[in-house]
């Protein structure tokens, strides 16, 4: 059998099993976090200072520009009355982490891609519900585009980390699921780390 992503604990050591099994989501959530918001505070004394708050890193494609983004993805609900808005998007992202972390517990030993892709979710999630709640909107300054012709709604860390776990879940539930094969008793063996 392979080792496992998530050590098993010790008999009468529950608690620290416990602990020690999400030290991943954990770690994985941090670091987003920390990108996250160092990339939100530079956004906030640099480009927010800049006259039109934007710097220009790849003409025509790439650029850093300043935005506040009172809604949700792609400003949705953005012209809502605040005294609704603000609850209800940090009472939705409140959910949706919890729902992350339940689903991490739920999570088999030795499903590595699904541990990670939720640490991601969780720490993009926390991310901007962090901005929400303190700020009332969330700090945006990348804007990817095709010259003047399209452009991609302005994002940031936490946007990406969200959108690289979902790809993720993706992967590990449609892609993965269907090589694994049913054994003799109907059950799904895990994949090899």
Known sequence: MAPSAFPEPAAG????????????????TAAVLALDHGTKWWAL???????????VVIPGLLDWLYAENTGAAWSLLDGAADWIRR???????SAASIL?????????RGMRLRAAALGLLLGGAVGNLIDRAFRGYVV???????????????????DVAIFLGVAA?????????????????????LPAP
């Open 140 to 158: 945006d300054f990348v804007r990817a585009h095709w010259w003047d012709r399209a452009s991609w709604p302005i994002f940031n860390v936490a």
């Open 100 to 108: 992350i972390v339940w689903m991490y517990a739920k999570t088999e």
């Open 45 to 55: 004394a640099v480009l927010r200072a800049r006259p039109g708050g934007r710097i």
């Open 13 to 28: 050591a529950a608690p620290a099993g416990a602990l020690r099994r999400f030290w991943p989501l954990a770690a994985l």
């Open 169 to 189: 879940l993706f992967v590990e539930t449609f892609v993965r699921g269907r090589n694994r094969a049913p054994v003799a008793d109907g059950s799904v063996p």
């Open 87 to 93: 609850p209800l998007l940090v009472t939705v992202s």
